[in-house]
């Protein structure tokens, strides 16, 4: 079992900026990508930003330009850079790994989510 810490949400004016970090811990061995998504009310989950093993990075389109994900100093440790964040950015962030247990490559673990809210 794969276990993600989430943390660096919070309150944050428009324009600001916050430090999203997630660390994976458990059966490490087993994690490949990781990434962060987010959920606000109402809405369906969308992908913020990922990266690869290998540190290759993809971003959404809502984020691109603003938001950095990177690959830290523990192998399954990752932040997301949030920058000149907007109302818009208003969600619950979820950290995901990305694995291949069971034979198929897939977002099989989550964090339980840290929330971002940004106001005027």
């Known amino acids: 079992q794969v276990h993600l810490s989430e943390s660096g949400g919070g309150l944050v004016q428009t324009g600001g900026s916050l430090r999203l970090s997630c660390a994976a811990s458990?059966?490490?061995?087993?994690?490949?990508?990781m990434g962060w998504f987010r959920q606000a009310p109402g809405k369906e989950r969308e992908e913020v930003a990922t990266?690869?093993?290998?540190?290759?990075?993809s971003y959404g389109d809502a984020v691109k330009g603003r938001f950095t994900i990177s690959r830290v100093n523990a192998l399954y440790t990752i932040h997301l850079e949030m920058n000149n964040l907007q109302p818009e950015d208003t969600a619950v962030y979820y950290c995901?790994?990305?694995?291949?247990?069971?034979?198929?490559?897939?977002?099989?673990?989550w964090g339980q989510g840290t929330r971002v809210t940004v106001s005027s």
């Open positions: 995901a790994a990305e694995t291949a247990d069971g034979g198929y490559w897939h977002w099989g673990h």
């Open positions: 458990g059966n490490t061995h087993s994690v490949y990508g």
């Open positions: 990266i690869s093993c290998s540190g290759q990075p």
